[in-house]
């Protein structure tokens, strides 16, 4: 039993949903998401089937849902592909981290209808970054840059990220980037609970695809949907938590840290006009610490 009090937000009450359906799809043999069903004209978002630029899993190029070319995963395709073989191996257990990613995005999500906010996105925000990370950075969703390039993390907020990453003596694609919800929310609102209850399958497939050594939640949504459960950020930040996903083996830490655009409003001292330090160190310093208590002195390899 959870000793956290009891948190009644939209974004703790979606997380506890999500965490209660996937345990009845594993356990009860429900199938509560089902592939996509192709779609001809409205709402965005490539069909893998139909784009031109679209193409086999375990082959050399992953798309955005923008028909642009995601060159971390692209490459981490290539250098995963068995001998650098064009050929998808039959026995998806036989595949590589990036040949799973390539098909959870190209043949799983596809040009995903299955939540209205396919109504509103121009572009599936899938994730990027290195197939093979061993620490895979969760966001909470797109916002108005994000949904326009197709990539997570590319407006004010993914700076903060990228500053943060640096701080920390990594490199940004040598992590793996994703959000909880992979499209946008008009006006970046908060998720609803049926689109994280439609999305979160997703970001876990990603994870077992991947196989970080080390989840880092940025913000409480983000921290909610991994941890099952509602996250107050002052409690959770400090300490590593656990990540279980019941078709995976073992336990994944969670490293917790404020959203980047937490630490951004932060900032904007009305007195100083000064970067708000406070914050935005604490943030480093919590992920340095997380680094080196689950990688050692050296950091990840
Ligand atoms: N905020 C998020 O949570 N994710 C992004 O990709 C961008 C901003």
């Known amino acids: 039993m959870s000793k956290e009090p009891r948190d009644d937000s ?19 043999g429900v199938r509560y998401l089902d592939a996509p069903a192709p779609r001809s004209g409205g709402g965005s978002g490539a069909n893998p089937r139909s ?29 995963a592909a068995p001998g650098g073989s064009r050929q998808q191996t039959a026995d998806p257990a036989s595949w590589t981290p990036a040949q799973k990613l390539i098909h959870l995005q190209q043949r799983v999500i596809g040009a995903c209808r299955r939540c209205p906010l396919c109504e509103t996105r121009r572009n599936i925000v899938f994730g990027e970054g290195s197939a093979r990370a061993r620490i895979m950075i969760v966001g909470e969703a797109p916002g108005a840059e994000e949904d326009n390039t197709g990539r997570p993390f590319v407006g004010a907020a993914g700076q903060r990220l990228n500053s943060w990453i ?24 908060d998720p609803f609970g049926p689109e994280v209850m439609a999305c979160s399958k997703f970001l876990r497939a990603q994870i077992r695809a991947v196989r970080p050594a080390l989840l880092v939640a940025l913000g409480r949504f983000a921290a909610s949907a991994l941890l099952g459960r509602p996250v107050r950020m002052n ?18 830490p969670v490293c917790v840290l404020y959203h980047p655009a937490y630490v ?10 000064e970067i708000g330090k406070p914050e935005n160190e604490k943030v480093i310093e919590e992920l340095r610490r997380a680094v080196a208590e689950v990688f050692g002195a050296n950091g990840p390899a």
């Open 264 to 273: 951004l409003r932060q900032d904007r001292g009305p007195d100083t006009g």
């Open 235 to 252: 409690q959770a930040m400090g300490r590593l938590h656990s990540y279980r996903d019941p078709r995976d083996t073992g336990e994944r």
């Open 51 to 79: 784009s031109p630029g679209a193409t086999a899993p375990g082959s050399e190029r992953a798309f955005t849902s923008a028909g642009r070319p995601q060159e971390q995963l692209a490459a981490g395709a290539v250098a």
């Open 10 to 28: 939209v974004g703790a009450l979606a997380a506890d949903l999500a965490a209660h359906l996937e345990h009845l799809e594993r356990f009860g």
């Open 166 to 189: 640096e701080a920390v003596g990594l490199e940004r694609r040598g992590v793996f980037i994703a959000n909880v919800l992979k499209c946008r929310p008009p006006n970046n609102r």
